[in-house]
């Protein structure tokens, strides 16, 4: 059973920093991408930022680029969101995505398995 569980949201003042981190188990292809995705109230979820099986190489949305970033850690089996400069408008329930096999890694049909979210609330 494939399993991912994010952790670090919370509340945070604009131009604040947060890290959050994904676990994930269970999944029988050793060479999936990871992937964090948001959704904020009333919009559709978007594509924030992904990276590939080795860590190499990484993709962005618009809106977070220079100031997210996305790594692999503990033997790549989980991913960490590193974001900063945060505004208000990074508020969202931020999901965990795996992507297996060889797909468009900033869209999010492409992706097979998700995590519940965790929320990311930024106060002006």
């Known amino acids: 059973q494939v399993q991912l569980v994010e952790s670090g949201g919370g509340l945070v003042q604009a131009g604040g920093s947060l890290r959050l981190a994904c676990a994930v188990s269970?999944?029988?292809?050793?060479?999936?991408?990871m992937g964090w995705f948001r959704q904020s109230s009333g919009k559709e979820r978007e594509f924030v930022a992904s990276?590939?099986?080795?860590?190499?190489?990484?993709y962005y949305g618009d809106s977070v680029k220079g100031r997210f970033a996305i790594s692999r850690i503990n033997a790549k089996n989980s991913v960490a969101l590193q974001m900063n400069s945060l505004k208000p408008e990074d508020t969202a329930v931020y999901y965990c995505?795996?992507?297996?096999?060889?797909?468009?890694?900033?869209?999010?049909?492409?992706?097979?398995?998700w995590g519940q979210g965790t929320q990311v609330t930024v106060s002006s």
């Open positions: 269970g999944v029988t292809d050793k060479l999936y991408h």
């Open positions: 995505a795996v992507l297996s096999g060889y797909d468009n890694m900033k869209t999010l049909s492409a992706f097979d398995y």
């Open positions: 990276v590939d099986w080795s860590g190499t190489y990484t």
